[in-house]
């Protein structure tokens, strides 16, 4: 699934390499945006696709010029062809489009962007048709990490990771040979509410979740930091990208978030990769691929970076990050059960329909619904029905 790892040669094709940016409007695609323009002689956005956002879409298809954009839901079509008038811009709507548009030919390199399993037929759409994969869903790997792989085998496609602990975890190991990783440390910031005692997580309110102390990121992912979820994704999404089991991946937590993740070597030497958190560096890495093209991206000032801390992850407090382990050991279906019941609580914790604390009590819900699962529709009806059960789970759990 990675792309060859010895001492990178110079890339194939001819720039501009065609780009298409599937989730366009959320963070991660503003800022792969915001890459592309410094760039206009090496990339070229010909794609764009969102959920239902039309007003932002347009506005980004008025000044990138792509040839398509495409629009999930499909009662916007008409407002955003109406915005689009007379520009030329092929619009269309609908999850099929978006899935379509990920396998379209105009485009070398998709970036997976899309939040949630909303992203799995996407992604598995350009892993298909041999697209290098700039991959920020981490969530389409959690739920079908499998069928993700061996796609990308049949066609040749690379993933390239986004996530900036897994950017880190693939620049140390580019020209590593193979076998020789003892094990994976993903570093992780601990979230808003890491030095917060328990007993009053019950009052935790969605905008004191969504305050990450590092990062500006969407709301979803977001809270799947403040409750340590997103790091329990993230062992997930390493397990399926550089084939190492559970048992070999360790979390630190790591509040400063200028350590990304740390690769441990057989022979006890590590590698890390630093840097000021900021997603447009590993964003601009997946996109330059095996090159680097100098940005003026912050630099660290080591003199002022002050003490780096780390501790160990606390799952009493955080149980979530247990779970996706349990989840990644149970293997088959169960990390797509994972992620449904979770974006189910996430968004009736946000809705304000349950309490912080019952996130984790949903996800478990939502896990006694797995099963052996081997196919796409296989992991499509354990997500259904997890949803369902976290959907329908008592609440508050808290009092
Ligand atoms: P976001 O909520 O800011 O943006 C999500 C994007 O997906 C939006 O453009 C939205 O329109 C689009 N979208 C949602 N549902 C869709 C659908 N059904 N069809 C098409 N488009 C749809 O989220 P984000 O923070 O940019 O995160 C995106 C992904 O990147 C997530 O998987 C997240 O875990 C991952 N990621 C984000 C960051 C970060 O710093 N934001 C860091 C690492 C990984
Ligand atoms: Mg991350």
Redesign the pocket.
Known sequence: MLPDLRPPAPRPGADPRGVAV????????VQTLEVAARFPDRLRVVSL?????WETLAEQARAVRPERVVI?DESAYASLRGALAGTGIDVAAG?EA?RALAEDSGAEIVVA????A??LRPTLAAAESGKTIAL????SLVVAGALVRDAAARSGAVVIP???EHSALFQCLVGEPEGCVDRLVLTASGGPFRERPASTFGAITPAEAVAHPN?S?????SVDSATMMNKGLEVIEAHWLFDIPADRIDVVVHPESIIHSVVEFVDGSSKAQVGPPD?RVPIQVALSFPDRWPADHPRLDWTRTGPLTFEAADTDRFPCLGLAYAALRADGSSPAALNAANEVAVARFLDGSIRFPDVPRLVEAGLAVARPAGTLDDLLAVDRDARRAASEARAPYTV
């Not at 599937?22 to 695609?29: D, E, V, W």
């Not at 696709?49 to 956002?53: C, E, K, N």
């Not at 990121?217 to 992912?221: E, L, N």
Request: glycine fraction near 20%.
């Open positions: 599937l989730g366009s409007t959320g963070s991660i695609g696709a969102a959920g239902t956002r999930a999850a978006v962007a899309i939040v949630g909303a992203g920020a869903n981490k969530e986004v996530d900036s990062w990121m969407g709301a979803k992912i997603m």
